[in-house]
């Protein structure tokens, strides 16, 4: 059977921190983590993550969820340090799994725009 023509694929992505470089003054701790899947973010029922960081991660998500050649620093490093220079949280980008998606469900504008 010939694959949709409108489908594409996206990483699904886990953004966990993994260790401090020093001592961490943010809300989070060594093991939080947030999953994304398309355009939805998720994390565990009654972790919190704190907003600072979290707008210094968002402008890499969209790019380390698509296919990169191999050699782009965007396919081989995966750990971001949190924005406050006051705080020593290292942040890991994880490619976990893959989901397909349909154009016509994530946007309204037609592919032949």
């Not at 594409?8 to 899947?37: A, K, P, S, W």
């Not at 600072?52 to 340090?81: C, F, G, V």
Request: glycine share 6%; net charge negative; charged share 25%.
């Amino acid at each position: 059977m010939e694959k949709p023509a409108d489908e594409f694929t996206l990483y699904d992505l886990r953004v966990e921190v993994v260790r401090c470089r020093g001592e961490m003054v943010c809300n989070h701790q060594i093991g939080d983590y947030f999953e994304l899947c398309g355009e939805n973010l998720s994390m565990p029922a009654g972790q919190t993550f704190p907003i600072y960081p979290l707008a210094a991660l968002l402008p890499l998500l969209p790019a380390k969820q698509r296919e990169t050649h191999p050699n782009d620093w965007m396919s081989t490093d995966s750990e971001i340090a949190c924005p406050d220079p006051h705080c020593g949280a290292i942040f890991k980008i994880t490619r976990t799994g893959k989901t397909t998606f349909r154009h016509g469900e994530v946007t309204r504008v037609p592919l032949d725009a």
